[in-house]
């Protein structure tokens, strides 16, 4: 998505007309989820994804309809039905609610396009609040940008509307994410934008050396952090961002942390686990989690109650991390701690996904109705 508010920013300065489609809304089974986005340029071509098939034909048509009048933004809802997936090869079945949004060199978009764009490259967060529905709303399109320290700018339509978003839209400054907004007859879509997330691997052993080309293969900027020159460097770490080799106490001083940081605490023994859980308990890490057993966990956690870290931090760190997969090796460990890692920062639930017991007796009733004709 960061290639969409590129290439908006470059046609903003140029003076030129484009229209950013996004995905505001969906039901059911659908190729892409809130907040995807294309932007379909005057030319008619176009940067990002909706998913492909039909219905990214129709909005393309449609965006390029708006683009040639005078009209304003607009709403409404592309069916996939079974039809329509078989005929794009796609095994889906749900609706996605999709705004076009015509932006003119009249418009003046780029102060919210340069927040989105300083946000992706580590600046600070922020989220749009976008009108959004119904489709016939006077003010569709009208935005508002909430700003980390709660400010705003703009006006979706008064001072209850404005707080009610700012509000909502607080809980997206940390790791991103959308949420949708019902105030009265109004449609609000909420979307964060943060800096790429940021993974922090204390100890440069096994399962850091296992999770790191997972991470940066999910996005990740990530950094290691070892007193062994042997263990902390590009030779056995060759994708990451940062390496710094030194005392766990403070290396975390040598990195930029956020609240979008993930710290993982996998050191070669119980001291350091100990030193590093409580220097990156005083950072401003949303997420610190430790490889080890209940009981060096426990321990741990006495250490930094007792050296002064709040109840609150210490209960938030996930020790033992990651989720429970049975794993044992150190790639199934990485891959267990990644899932956990993905989960908090994209609002999953970590549930199996398997469809109930009432979906497969449905398919079972429509596949003996065939067998009889």
Request: proline share 3%; glycine share 12%.
């Amino acid at each position: 998505m960061q290639d969409v508010f590129k290439s908006a920013a470059q046609l903003t300065e140029a003076n030129e007309t484009f229209a950013l489609c996004t995905v505001v809304g969906t039901k059911g089974s659908t190729p892409q989820k809130p907040g995807a986005m294309l932007l379909v340029k005057s030319d008619g071509t176009g940067v990002g994804t909706l998913g492909g098939g039909c219905v990214e034909a129709d909005v393309w048509a449609e965006a390029k309809s708006l683009l040639s009048s005078v009209s304003g933004a607009t709403v409404g809802d592309f069916e996939l039905n079974d039809e329509i997936a078989a005929e794009s090869g796609m095994v889906c079945g749900g609706t996605m609610s999709i705004m076009v949004d015509p932006l003119r060199a009249s418009d003046n978009n780029s102060s919210w396009i340069d927040y989105v764009l300083n946000s992706y490259s580590g600046g600070k967060s922020i989220a749009i609040g976008t009108i959004a529905g119904p489709e016939d709303h006077p003010k569709l399109g009208t935005k508002v940008v909430v700003h980390e320290n709660g400010s705003y700018e703009g006006d979706l339509g008064g001072e209850k509307l404005n707080d009610e978003v700012v509000k909502l839209a607080s809980e997206l400054l940390t790791h991103g994410g959308t949420r949708t907004l019902q105030h009265g007859d109004s449609s609000i879509f909420i979307q964060g934008f943060v800096s790429p997330p940021h993974l922090v691997l204390c100890g440069g052993g096994h399962i850091s050396h296992a999770i790191a080309p997972l991470a940066k293969k999910l996005g990740y900027i990530v950094s290691v952090i070892d007193d062994r020159l042997e263990f902390a460097n590009h030779e056995r770490f060759p994708s990451v961002d940062n390496i710094v080799v030194g005392d766990f106490e403070d290396g975390f001083d040598q990195l930029t942390i956020t609240p979008n940081t993930f710290v993982v605490i996998a050191t070669r023994g119980h001291n350091l686990d100990d030193a590093a859980t409580l220097s990156a308990s005083r950072t401003a890490a949303d997420y610190i989690g430790l490889v080890g057993s209940i009981r060096k966990s426990i321990l741990i956690f006495e250490e930094l109650l007792a050296e002064g870290v709040s109840y609150d931090r210490v209960a938030s760190i996930r020790a033992p991390i990651g989720l429970d997969i049975g794993a044992r090796t150190p790639d199934e460990i990485a891959l267990s701690i990644i899932a956990e890692i993905q989960q908090v920062r994209l609002g999953g639930e970590g549930r199996p996904l398997k469809m109930a017991e009432k979906h497969v007796q449905k398919a079972a009733e429509k596949a003996t109705r065939r067998l009889s004709i």
